[in-house]
């Protein structure tokens, strides 16, 4: 079993930033892929970005490349989401997952999410 925890979610004016956090506990890290997802009001969850277990590759939605990054620190059994330039239709709930693979990780395991509010 692993359970992730979000953090670092809040108000911001759009344009600004804002680090997401996700940490990890149970089971080893490092060997899960991560993974960042959001939901806004009445939206389905959409994905953000993914990273692999070394944080050797990533993976963006085409609508936050270049403005979002990704990276993990095992060490810290931590997975970041940096978001620059918010938008107010980024406005969600963003949720961390995990899985043992890329394409596992949506029925892996959830965090409970953290709301971001962009305000325009």
């Known amino acids: 079993q692993v359970q992730l925890v979000e953090s670092g979610g809040g108000l911001v004016q759009a344009g600004g930033s804002l680090r997401l956090s996700c940490t990890a506990s149970g089971r080893t890290f490092s060997n899960y892929y991560m993974a960042w997802f959001r939901q806004g009001s009445g939206k389905e969850r959409e994905f953000v970005a993914a990273i692999s277990w070394s944080g050797g590759r990533t993976y963006y939605a085409d609508s936050v490349k270049g403005r979002f990054t990704i990276s993990r620190d095992n060490a810290k059994n931590t997975v970041y989401l940096q978001m620059n330039s918010l938008q107010p239709e980024e406005t969600a709930v963003y949720y961390c997952?995990?899985?043992?693979?890329?394409?596992?990780?949506?029925?892996?395991?959830w965090g409970q999410g953290t709301q971001v509010t962009v305000s325009s």
């Open positions: 997952a995990g899985g043992s693979t890329m394409t596992t990780i949506a029925k892996g395991y």
